[in-house]
């Protein structure tokens, strides 16, 4: 199992001018212990994530401060740019970061973040597959057909030129089997996570993944690539329960409001200010005790290696370990040494 650190700050508290300290101090962190990678987010006009609304900016800083970790968007939301700007701007963070670049694209969730691109909204999803094959053939040097600014038409290249012959991918997926099943037919990675799925849900949508991409032929067989991201906290004992009870209950309160009013798959739209302030709460208790005993690597060493091994066995490939999400940073950097720990056990435990 590979390990990453994966980011996604509510910035609803006042932080000042360390916004960005967890981010870099985990990104060395990551960077020194031979972790795999650091994921950073594009988020829009909502506290929630609010501090990442441009990942090739962040994945520039981790670039400069980093010389081994890969540096990845999770994601890139592909429908609210140009294909070349994406191709562009990742690029740099390729030269920046030596080779060292991936982009998870995603189709976008949320209405009011199509404000950058209202046409694009209805047709998001098939966007963003077109999209990521359209990145790729710039990455690689294919000219791009245009229409210029008098309307005549020309093709383009994408500069600077990459370090990678080719760039990394994934397809973004909140659950969709659809999704997973896109990404396997044009032979990228899948994101994912636990948020409206459970595990037992995300092994059968990764066997058929696994099938789709062994159905390309151009497999080669390369089996593919499975990332889950899952909210993270380790420490020495069970006291973490309560450490991180406010910080992440807190959290999931400043997304609720987000994921109820966005109106996504067949799930019905709700406006979260109609709702109770004690269903609210019962709501957030429910996902806490959700998220800590069955979806995250949230206790200790021990358990969570438990944890890791199930993941393992549904198909994941790579843990995403989501680990700012209100704990102070100074205790985030000592729950690492944990996580260090368990990395370097179930890296042991690989043949």
């Known amino acids: 199992m590979d390990f990453s650190l994966f980011y996604f700050a509510s910035d609803e508290r006042d932080a000042g001018h360390d916004r960005y300290r967890m981010l870099l101090d985990g990104a060395r962190f990551a960077d020194e212990r031979g972790f795999t ?130 760039i990394p991918i994934w397809i973004t997926s909140a659950g969709g089997a659809e999704t997973f099943r896109a990404a396997g037919q044009i032979g990228a990675g899948v994101l994912t996570h636990l948020l409206g799925q459970n595990l037992d849900d995300v092994a059968t949508k990764i066997e058929a993944y696994r099938e789709a991409i062994a159905e390309r032929p151009d497999a ?31 959290y999931l309160r400043s997304s609720l409001g987000l994921l109820l009013g966005s109106q996504t798959g067949t799930a019905r739209r709700i406006d979260p200010s109609k709702l109770r302030e004690r269903d609210i709460d019962a709501l957030v208790q429910r996902a806490f005790d959700r998220y800590y005993d069955e979806s995250g690597l949230l206790g200790t060493v021990e358990k969570a290696h438990h944890t890791v091994e199930r993941f393992a066995k549904a198909g994941v490939d790579e843990v995403a370990c989501l680990i700012d999400f209100g704990v102070p940073a100074d205790q985030v950097m000592e729950g690492l040494e944990h996580l260090d720990r368990l990395r370097a056990l179930t890296s042991a435990e690989t043949p």
Do not use: C, K
Not at 64 to 93: D, K, Q, Y
Not at 228 to 247: A, I, K
């Open 37 to 166: 990678a650091v994921w950073t987010p594009e988020r829009h006009f909502h506290p929630f994530g609010a501090i990442y609304p441009n990942p090739a900016v962040t994945a520039a800083a981790v670039a400069a401060v980093t010389r081994r970790v890969a540096v990845r968007a999770g994601s890139v939301v592909a429908p609210l740019h140009h294909p070349l700007r994406i191709a562009e701007e990742w690029a740099m963070v390729d030269n920046l970061s030596g080779g060292r670049a991936g982009v998870s694209f995603a189709s976008g969730w949320h209405a009011v973040d199509f404000a950058l691109r209202p046409e694009n909204y209805q047709t998001r999803r098939e966007l963003t597959v077109e999209y990521a094959q359209q990145v790729r053939r710039l990455w690689r040097g294919e000219p791009m057909p245009v229409t210029d600014g008098v309307g005549a038409a020309t093709e383009v290249r994408a500069f600077p030129a990459p370090v990678q012959h080719d």
């Open 220 to 250: 080669d067989g390369w089996p593919g690539h499975v990332v889950l991201m899952v909210h993270t906290f380790l420490g020495p004992d069970d006291h973490v329960r309560n450490l991180v009870r406010e910080p992440l209950s807190a």
